[in-house]
């Protein structure tokens, strides 16, 4: 087996479940890879290398790093420049991932060998969660969780983790829609990845499911996504969600007020909000920030110090750190990345399997902040790898050989 210089990529990546399933020191690989692929992007920008649509993310990120730390000596709630500085990484490390795996890519020879690389991967993958995914259910190897409707147990992967198994697959089902498998075999891998993500019982899973299905049936290789298809999707969404929602959002849940306070600190800091490491990030509840004492939460056993809810939930961590002009700027990134894959330069598989993957990961957003894991970045850096398929599409799984 001859490895290429170039590999290092594709192995980059592979990596992300296998430390995020060790954990202990190796929990911090994504912050390590988003700082690299931070530096290899200011590079890039400064060498005037970076295309449009990435100099718009970029620059947008700017606009909220800036309003962030604005609001830092405004508010004065923080004067721990070290927390400050690892939060404006967190909110720049899955986008740095995404611009850099993309810029990587693009070199036609590194695009095609991470590809081929990563298709084997992406295989074995998905069997291997298909198989387990069925073993579970009778014999306890570890991957299953409670029992949900009637006697289906959840599968949740090694890590024990719904949302973390959902990125998983969707990573490589996008690996393989990007591939040059023929759309009889990616037919057949999509459906033994659907069987885990179903087994998940996981409603944000099930968002990806049905956003992906519905838009391999609406769409054709010509169609592109129109904005319309959202109102249709956004009441999907919130059919599969109507659980989740009415736990969460509609009762007075930990997310429910994380979001609610998240809102209070945004009109209480308007119009730039709180600043970095003082509300709904990791910093903020490792320095346990003022705002939580104000709002009586020491004494809370989900809210309280050690609490680990005070970083679940990502929407509410932007509208209070960023306030609402931040929040809008952010949402204005999403819709960026929404607009790169809805193009003709995908096919019909290539767009629904990316789109789907960016309403998804809004949506999950809404009550979690896992789209900034481990597991997340993975997924952007994957998402990053795809967008760049027009300077080496045509690979053939068959043809390619180095």
């Given at each position: 087996?001859?490895?290429?210089?170039?590999?290092?990529?594709?192995?980059?990546?592979?990596?992300?479940?296998?430390?995020?399933?060790?954990?202990?020191?190796?929990?911090?690989?994504?912050?390590?890879?988003?700082?690299?692929?931070?530096?290899?992007?200011?590079?890039?920008?400064?060498?005037?290398?970076?295309?449009?649509?990435?100099?718009?993310?970029?620059?947008?990120?700017?606009?909220?790093?800036?309003?962030?730390?604005?609001s830092n000596f405004l508010s004065k709630l923080t004067n721990n420049a070290m927390a400050v500085a690892v939060d404006i990484l967190w909110l720049w490390k899955m986008y740095a991932c995404f611009i850099?795996?993309?810029?990587?890519?693009?070199?036609?020879?590194?695009?095609?060998?991470?590809?081929?690389?990563?298709?084997?991967?992406?295989?074995?993958?998905?069997?291997?969660?298909?198989?387990?995914?069925?073993?579970?259910?009778?014999?306890?190897?570890?991957?299953?969780?409670?029992?949900?409707?009637?006697?289906?147990?959840?599968?949740?992967?090694?890590?024990?983790?719904?949302?973390?198994?959902?990125?998983?697959?969707?990573?490589?089902?996008?690996?393989?829609?990007?591939?040059?498998?023929?759309?009889?075999?990616?037919?057949?891998?999509?459906?033994?990845?659907?069987?885990?993500?179903?087994?998940?019982?996981?409603?944000?899973?099930?968002?990806?499911?049905?956003?992906?299905?519905?838009?391999?049936?609406?769409?054709?290789?010509?169609?592109?996504?129109?904005?319309?298809?959202?109102?249709?999707?956004?009441?999907?969404?919130?059919?599969?969600?109507?659980?989740?929602?009415?736990?969460?959002?509609?009762?007075?849940?930990?997310?429910?007020?994380?979001?609610?306070?998240?809102?209070?600190?945004?009109?209480?800091?308007?119009?730039?909000?709180?600043?970095?490491?003082?509300?709904?990030?990791?910093?903020?509840?490792?320095?346990?920030?003022?705002?939580?004492?104000?709002?009586?939460?020491?004494?809370?056993?989900?809210?309280?110090?050690?609490g680990k809810f005070l970083n679940d939930n990502f929407y509410a961590s932007i509208i209070g750190q960023f306030g609402w002009i931040g929040f809008g700027l952010y949402l204005l990134i999403l819709l960026?990345?929404?607009?790169?894959?809805?193009?003709?330069?995908?096919?019909?598989?290539?767009?629904?399997?990316?789109?789907?993957?960016?309403?998804?990961?809004?949506?999950?957003?809404?009550?979690?902040?896992?789209?900034?894991?481990?597991?997340?970045?993975?997924?952007?850096?994957?998402?990053?790898?795809?967008?760049?398929?027009?300077?080496?599409?045509?690979?053939?799984?068959?043809?390619?050989?180095?």
């Amino acid at each position: 087996m001859i490895i290429y210089k170039c590999d290092i990529f594709a192995y980059a990546i592979v990596l992300f479940p296998i430390f995020n399933l060790i954990g202990g020191w190796t929990g911090y690989y994504d912050e390590v890879i988003g700082l690299i692929s931070l530096f290899y992007v200011i590079v890039l920008l400064i060498r005037k290398g970076l295309e449009k649509e990435d100099r718009k993310i970029f620059l947008i990120l700017c606009a909220v790093t800036c309003i962030g730390l604005i609001s830092n000596f405004l508010s004065k709630l923080t004067n721990n420049a070290m927390a400050v500085a690892v939060d404006i990484l967190w909110l720049w490390k899955m986008y740095a991932c995404f611009i850099a795996f993309r810029y990587i890519a693009s070199n036609r020879y590194y695009g095609k060998r991470i590809n081929y690389v990563l298709i084997k991967y992406a295989k074995f993958i998905i069997v291997t969660c298909f198989l387990m995914s069925l073993i579970g259910q009778v014999v306890d190897i570890g991957v299953t969780g409670k029992i949900e409707f009637g006697n289906i147990k959840s599968f949740l992967f090694f890590w024990n983790n719904a949302i973390q198994t959902g990125w998983l697959l969707f990573g490589a089902v996008v690996i393989l829609a990007f591939s040059g498998i023929s759309e009889k075999k990616f037919r057949r891998y999509l459906i033994l990845a659907i069987i885990p993500m179903l087994l998940t019982c996981s409603s944000l899973v099930l968002c990806w499911v049905f956003a992906a299905l519905y838009l391999f049936w609406m769409l054709n290789e010509d169609k592109l996504f129109k904005k319309r298809y959202l109102l249709f999707l956004a009441l999907g969404v919130v059919i599969f969600t109507s659980a989740d929602i009415s736990t969460y959002i509609l009762s007075e849940s930990v997310r429910m007020t994380m979001l609610k306070y998240g809102a209070i600190t945004a009109n209480t800091y308007f119009p730039f909000g709180s600043g970095f490491a003082t509300y709904g990030s990791e910093m903020a509840a490792r320095y346990y920030s003022p705002l939580y004492i104000k709002y009586g939460w020491e004494h809370l056993w989900a809210l309280g110090r050690g609490g680990k809810f005070l970083n679940d939930n990502f929407y509410a961590s932007i509208i209070g750190q960023f306030g609402w002009i931040g929040f809008g700027l952010y949402l204005l990134i999403l819709l960026c990345l929404l607009n790169l894959f809805n193009s003709r330069d995908f096919n019909k598989r290539e767009r629904a399997t990316t789109i789907a993957t960016v309403i998804t990961i809004a949506v999950v957003m809404i009550g979690s902040a896992s789209a900034k894991s481990m597991m997340g970045v993975f997924m952007f850096a994957i998402l990053g790898l795809a967008s760049s398929k027009s300077e080496w599409e045509n690979n053939d799984e068959e043809e390619f050989q180095i």
